[in-house]
């Protein structure tokens, strides 16, 4: 049996599906739900028509593009990957994010299993990943996606009750994820985060990111800081693995402001923008679309997201440095 299995390419590991599936998982989201609600938010404050339509379209592929890309990532064979595709849309509608994802993952694999094995795969292989991503959207989608949702209700619940710390909790959990290996953006969704939660979530990754790009300067120059402070802080994750003491900057950072956030300057966003920090400044953005666009939301954008993170991060790591917890090199990143 795990000769087969080995054969076909399902590994029934939690490494794979959780890490690596869920990583594409996110390139799927970003792909159609976010780019999407960026484009039809430019739109309705430019008065384009077309952008609104567009970002419209985006979003609604939101099942399909999750399919794909799970697909992809799990590195399927084309009749599964494209049948996949089906699987996704059916979880989306069916079971809404948290679902698709389950959906895709199950279908993915049930594909493989009968990949090739028959004269007629051009008609088992889809039919049964088909079959197989629609039954686990039909019957486990829906409970899948409540659970989900209500885990994400009451940590939105328990920040309005505790803002000091539980927006602290959120900030640093969902900072330590966008760095680590997994997605903040697909957690930060699948939770459904909305509101001071989401606002306490946006500044802890955005704090990871500007964090970390600030205080890599002297090892990876101007083009590091943008890789990182606009692409993504995972780039450091092989370093953090190596010297974990790297994250205190950020992290703290972090944790501090989050709290100033929430409860001087009540700081909120979507799920689309609470684990998506300062990549592709889509964590600002959809915080303008939640809170408005003013010159006061422009300032706190730049305390909170940018200058902040900037000048904490730079005192502790400097602190650290002279005191050898830091050495020079320990944040160097393959560009």
């Known amino acids: 049996m795990g000769q087969f299995l080995e054969r076909k390419g399902v590994t029934l590991s939690p490494k794979v ?14 792909s159609s739900l976010v780019i999407g609600l960026i484009l039809k938010t430019i739109g309705e ?15 609604s592929m939101l099942g399909p593009a999750i399919g794909a890309a799970v697909a992809y990532g799990l590195e399927a ?16 509608e069916l079971g809404s994010v948290a679902g698709c994802f389950v959906a895709s993952l199950i279908a993915v694999e049930a594909g493989k299993l009968v990949s090739k094995e028959t004269k007629v795969d051009i008609l ?3 039919a049964v990943t088909v079959f197989a991503g629609f039954t686990v959207a ?3 989608g829906p409970g899948i996606d409540q659970f989900m949702k209500g885990f994400g209700h009451l940590v939105m619940w ?15 959990l969902l900072g330590l994820a966008l760095t680590g290996p997994i997605s903040s953006a697909a957690i930060a969704i699948m939770l459904g985060l909305e509101g001071t939660a989401a606002g306490a979530a946006t500044i802890g990754c955005a704090a990871q990111m500007i964090g970390f790009a600030t205080i890599s300067f002297r090892e990876n120059g101007f083009g590091g800081w943008i890789t990182q402070g606009i692409g993504t ?13 790297i994250l205190i900057p950020p992290t703290v950072a972090g944790m501090i402001l989050a709290p100033i956030g929430t ?3 009540q700081m909120t966003n979507i799920p689309a923008g609470a684990g998506m920090g300062t990549s592709g400044l889509v964590g600002q953005i959809m915080t303008f679309r939640t809170m408005g666009f003013s010159w006061d939301v422009f300032l706190y954008i730049v305390l909170l997201h940018f200058a902040g993170p900037i000048m904490i991060s730079l005192v502790l790591s400097e602190w650290m440095r002279k005191k050898g917890y830091i050495a020079f090199g320990d944040m160097k990143i393959n560009q």
């Open 17 to 30: 599906y959780f890490i690596t599936g869920f990583s594409y998982f996110a390139l799927g989201l970003m």
């Open 45 to 59: 404050q430019a008065g384009w028509p077309f952008f609104i339509k567009m970002g419209t379209v985006a979003m």
């Open 77 to 92: 064979p084309p009749l599964v990957l494209f049948a996949t595709v089906t699987a996704g849309a059916a979880g989306a």
């Open 124 to 126: 088992v292989t889809p």
């Open 138 to 140: 039909y019957f486990a």
């Open 158 to 172: 328990a920040t309005d009750q505790r803002p000091l710390v539980m927006s602290i909790l959120v900030a640093l």
């Open 233 to 245: 802080s995972k780039l450091q994750f092989p370093n953090v693995v190596r010297n974990p003491r």
């Open 263 to 265: 409860l001087v300057f």
